[in-house]
């Protein structure tokens, strides 16, 4: 398609093109994922998990999966990414340099239980995306080039969010929008789950990345945010709220497919085994 | 070092060219007591004391150009106040 300036319209000389643009645009065609439909088929890694007593269980539930995490050593902390105690990735099968806007929501009725195991034993629940060469998914290892890499010899970027369960006393929770090698803090305030009856533990987030390729040819993870349903002080669940992240993520490579993972994680050692379970939806266009 | 600071949206003032006077450490460190805000320090939470004290070589140092803005957090809540996020790595 040739571009003419005429004045201080652009024109399309392209017959196909040159119609009024209205909003929005058309159809974005891309990929709807269920995860829990994916038969938890992603890579498994245990990258902290030093006993046979701890670890996590992946449970699929119909559309939910579940995960069960226990930590009961004082080692076993998660400060980075990385250092989740266990994570699996899904290949989406979109490449980067394609701009996809990836989003993924996590939907659940039941939050995080047992309840009542809050302070030090809070379970830290990430989702998010990650690039990677395509096929690459068995080769992930977000530790490979340490702790606080944002990209390493397996993969390009990674963009995420954490829900840290049961907070406190009342159940809340709250989250943090993070990338790479960051740490795992800048939490929000709490989001209010009702925990006297009737109880309202249903809480919804959907996180939107974009991902965009620059003029001079370099990828990145620009903008992205998290919105979050939860059912707040009065427990009708009509409360909600926005968490963003302005920092650019550089991705190496365009070729790069983009992956979704979900990690598990322990604030600090604790008895008490922690479960949260949830549908899982993913759009990457 | 990276230095994480949480900053109430309505209650900041005073910073930097915002009046004419420096954009100093202490400065930046002293909105988070504004309102409720946070201040971690690679990836720790800290009081405003405990930081100060942490940070004591670099107070007095005009940090305006290491100042990154990272994010923002809003809420439907009318209870609960808006926040933005800044970022400082310290070498």
Not at chain 1, 70 to 88: E, K, L, P, V
Not at chain 1, 102 to 127: K, Q, R, S, V, W
Not at chain 1, 196 to 203: G, K, L, V
Not at chain 2, 8 to 18: R, T
């Amino acid at each position: 398609m040739k571009l003419i300036r005429d004045g201080s319209t652009i024109l399309a000389t392209s017959t196909q093109a040159s119609a009024s643009l209205v909003w929005p645009v058309g159809i974005h065609n891309g990929r709807l994922l269920n995860l829990a439909d994916s038969h938890l088929s992603g890579n498994t890694l245990f990258v902290v998990v030093t006993n046979p007593e701890d670890g996590a269980e992946w449970i699929q539930d119909g559309e939910q999966i579940q995960v069960a995490c226990s930590a009961s050593d004082s080692g076993q902390f998660t400060n980075y990414m990385s250092t989740h105690m266990s994570y699996r990735f899904w290949d989406t099968g979109v490449k980067v340099k394609e701009n996809p806007v990836c989003t993924i929501e996590f939907a659940t009725d039941t939050a995080c239980t047992p309840y009542g195991n809050y302070g030090g034993f809070t379970l830290y629940h990430t989702m998010g995306f990650v690039t990677a060469p395509a096929g690459g998914i068995k080769n992930i290892d977000l530790r490979d080039s340490g702790n606080t890499a944002n990209a390493g010899t397996s993969f390009s970027a990674t963009r995420w969010v954490t829900m840290r369960w049961n907070v406190d006393a009342g159940h809340d929770m709250q989250v943090a929008i993070r990338q790479g090698g960051a740490t795992v803090s800048g939490f929000s305030g709490d989001y209010i789950a009702d925990h006297t009856a009737p109880t309202n533990y249903h809480y919804t987030f959907r996180q939107t990345e974009f991902l965009h390729t620059r003029l001079d040819g370099d990828f990145r993870f620009t903008n992205g945010y998290v919105t979050a349903n939860y059912p707040g002080t009065n427990g009708n669940g009509t409360y909600s709220a926005v968490k963003t992240i302005s920092t650019d993520s550089t991705i190496s490579d365009g070729d790069h497919h983009v992956y979704v993972m979900v990690a598990v994680g322990r604030k600090a050692a604790g008895s008490v085994v922690q479960t949260v379970k949830g549908k899982y939806t993913v759009w990457v266009q | 070092m990276i230095v994480e600071l949480k900053i109430n949206f309505v209650k900041i003032f005073g910073i930097g060219s915002l009046q004419g006077s420096s954009g100093t450490l202490q400065r930046f460190l002293s909105q988070t007591d504004a309102g409720g805000g946070r201040i971690e320090i690679d990836g720790q939470e800290k009081t405003l004391s405990e930081a100060e004290t942490m940070l004591s070589s670099y107070l007095s140092t005009d940090i305006t150009d290491l100042v990154d803005y990272i994010g923002t957090e809003t809420y439907s809540d009318p209870t609960l106040d808006d926040w933005f996020s800044l970022e400082i790595v310290l070498s």
